[in-house]
């Protein structure tokens, strides 16, 4: 009886929190614009997958012809402007960002980019709900609540919650995948394993990083069998094919599900998967998303990025935890310590692209966020121990995240730790791009615009035009100068002059983020010579630019433009 009332009362803590989290995230939906990925084709074929999945329009998948499901009431169009190959594009991520935008837009009426996200925000409160049945056995639910609470106040993560429709989910899925396999390693259920072949399916359809938490799984059960090895003096053979097997049926099925998933697949599927291969190799933004060993040098921007990012207090929580989790000789930890060591090193491995701050390891949030937790436990614990009251550490560990998301708000992926000097240390020392890197307030940069001139003008956007152009429909009276493009970022000297010239007869606006590795000779004449409209800075250090291009700008001394 007594058991049954305190798993009554687990669950119930767990849907409040649930509950809780929805509540206090689901307004803040609608505090960004769109990303800058998302809108380079997986809302375009999104909305696509979406007409063939619930539809059963295969023409939807001739993505060279026009369709309806490329515009819908209140919706841009989403078939103009750039877009990535549809062999670069996994469907499921975005299959649900558009089932979301079906049900939340053209259902219940909400602004169409907040419906596209709010499948994001539903999907991590359903990866908690997941998390805390898979995990009902063997992890306090204490401590997995307690780490999505910090998930939630990591500042880099909450924005990610928020917008990300790809890394977010992936990331959720190769957290559940570790939790899921240690699940079946205590019970050997088939249902268990099935389980865990259809999380690396699904996580695998989001990204085909996946397949390195199945490197950490195969590594994890190596070192445990290699251990009972040295123990008993003897290998465990029969243990070593139930391992072994389960792996093979793990991949296996994942593969199919993740291949399953993709439509685009089902026909010349070895091509297309050639041409998945040759974009992640050779055709991805820098450099290939795949190592190339003929680059020697290995690079450890990605650990210094996750260090930086992390707020110094849970660093030292997580290093609390790890000691007392090693102490305990917990091998829940061990496994999840290993699925952290290898989502940051896949990204330290020679040639393989890192950009964009921490979101090509954002599963290294909540894996670290698990040894926070058990360091609250243990400061917890020491606490009780020597009878001091727990008010005030609680009070700190509440007030501390807020105070660090506060200043940063709503782009909070902008914060760096204060061990690293903050945003300005990290740019001067290994990342320039950091800040605003996927232009998320180009929305509001748009309505401040149309504010300040409110009779309309003209808009040059020189760094990720394609937000810009996506986000026109929102403000009439703005036209868009045509000036870069994903493909092409520099543009030539008689451009920039006609640009100047165009700035005398009328008004011109020039909107663009602070991210040298895009600027070209337009964005860095207007940042030395011009008088900027309104800078938006973090940490004081500038995030987004805003000008007038006219003669009446220039700073003193300048003489802009050199004809």
């Known amino acids: 009886m007594a058991r049954s009332a305190l798993s009554c009362w687990r669950n119930g803590a767990t849907v409040a929190v649930v509950?809780?989290?929805?509540?206090?995230?689901?307004?803040?939906?609608?505090?960004?614009?769109?990303?800058?990925?998302?809108?380079?084709?997986?809302?375009?074929?999104?909305?696509?997958?979406?007409?063939?999945?619930?539809?059963?329009?295969?023409?939807?998948?001739?993505?060279?012809?026009p369709h309806g499901a490329d515009r819908g009431?209140?919706?841009?169009d989403l078939a103009q402007g750039p877009r990535f190959k549809p062999w670069a594009i996994w469907a499921l991520p975005n299959f649900l960002s558009s089932l979301g935008c079906r049900i939340f837009?053209?259902?219940?009426?909400?602004?169409?980019?907040?419906?596209?996200?709010?499948?994001?925000?539903?999907?991590?409160?359903a990866f908690v709900l997941a998390a805390a049945w898979i995990t009902a056995s063997f992890l306090p639910r204490s401590r997995l609540l307690l780490a999505?609470?910090?998930?939630?106040?990591?500042?880099?993560?909450?924005?990610?919650?928020?917008?990300?429709?790809k890394d977010l989910p992936m990331a959720l899925g190769s957290t559940l995948l570790l939790l899921a396999w240690y699940r079946?390693?205590?019970?050997?259920?088939?249902?268990?394993?099935?389980?865990?072949?259809?999380?690396?399916?699904?996580?695998?359809?989001?990204?085909?990083?996946?397949?390195?938490?199945?490197?950490?799984?195969?590594?994890?059960?190596?070192a445990a069998l290699a251990l009972s090895w040295f123990n008993l003096g003897r290998p465990e053979f029969g243990r070593v094919r139930r391992v072994g097997t389960a792996l093979l049926i793990v991949a296996g099925i994942g593969v199919l599900v993740a291949c399953a998933s993709w439509p685009y697949l089902w026909d010349d599927t070895f091509?297309?998967?050639?041409?998945?291969?040759?974009?992640?190799?050779?055709?991805?933004?820098?450099?290939?998303?795949?190592?190339?060993?003929?680059?020697?040098?290995?690079?450890?921007?990605?650990?210094?990025?996750?260090?930086?990012?992390?707020p110094s207090w849970w660093l030292g929580l997580a290093v609390l935890g790890g000691v007392a989790a090693w102490r305990r000789r917990s091998t829940l930890?061990?496994?999840?310590?290993?699925?952290?060591?290898?989502?940051?090193?896949?990204?330290?491995?020679?040639g393989v692209a890192r950009y964009d701050g921490i979101r090509h390891f954002l599963a290294a949030v909540p894996l670290s966020a698990f040894f926070a937790a058990e360091g609250v436990a243990a400061v917890a614990a020491a606490l009780r121990t020597h009878r001091v009251p727990v008010a005030l550490p609680a009070a700190f560990l509440a007030l501390a995240p807020l105070h660090q998301l506060g200043p940063y708000y709503p782009w909070t992926y902008c914060y760096y730790n204060g061990l690293c000097g903050g945003l300005g240390g990290v740019r001067s020392s290994f990342d320039p791009d950091a800040g605003d890197y996927w232009a998320l307030s180009y929305r509001e940069g748009l309505a401040a615009v149309a504010r300040r001139f409110p009779q309309g003008a003209l808009l040059t956007v020189p760094i990720a035009e394609h937000l810009a152009a996506l986000l026109g429909p929102e403000q009439p009276g703005l036209r868009l100068v045509p000036t870069v493009t994903p493909q092409r970022i520099s543009l030539e000297p008689e451009e920039v002059r006609a640009l100047v010239e165009l700035g005398e007869r009328q008004a011109l606006v020039a909107l663009f983020i602070e991210r040298p590795g895009f600027d070209n000779d337009f964005t860095r004449l207007l940042k030395h010579s011009y008088v900027p409209?309104?800078?938006?800075?973090?940490?004081?250090?500038?995030?987004?630019?805003?000008?007038?291009?006219?003669?009446?700008?220039?700073?003193?001394?300048?003489?802009?433009?050199?004809r």
Request: glycine residues 8%; aromatic residues 14%; hydrophobic residues 50%.
């Open 19 to 65: 509950l809780g989290l929805g509540l206090a995230l689901w307004p803040q939906l609608g505090a960004y614009g769109p990303n800058w990925d998302e809108a380079l084709g997986p809302l375009f074929y999104g909305e696509r997958y979406a007409a063939f999945y619930l539809e059963g329009d295969t023409s939807a998948l001739q993505f060279e012809r």
């Open 73 to 76: 009431p209140g919706h841009p």
């Open 105 to 125: 837009h053209r259902g219940l009426g909400l602004e169409w980019l907040v419906a596209h996200h709010a499948t994001n925000l539903l999907l991590f409160l």
């Open 148 to 165: 999505t609470l910090l998930c939630v106040l990591s500042p880099h993560f909450h924005t990610h919650l928020l917008v990300n429709t």
């Open 184 to 222: 079946w390693r205590l019970s050997f259920r088939r249902f268990d394993l099935l389980l865990c072949a259809l999380i690396f399916g699904l996580a695998l359809s989001i990204k085909v990083f996946a397949l390195f938490q199945l490197v950490a799984i195969g590594c994890f059960e190596a």
């Open 271 to 310: 091509e297309r998967l050639r041409q998945h291969w040759v974009y992640l190799r050779v055709e991805s933004m820098r450099g290939g998303l795949v190592p190339d060993f003929s680059r020697r040098a290995w690079q450890f921007e990605a650990l210094a990025s996750f260090f930086c990012a992390t």
């Open 333 to 350: 930890a061990a496994l999840l310590a290993l699925g952290l060591f290898f989502e940051l090193y896949k990204n330290c491995l020679p």
């Open 533 to 562: 409209l309104e800078v938006m800075e973090r940490d004081g250090q500038p995030i987004r630019w805003l000008f007038l291009v006219h003669s009446s700008k220039l700073r003193d001394g300048s003489r802009g433009i050199v």
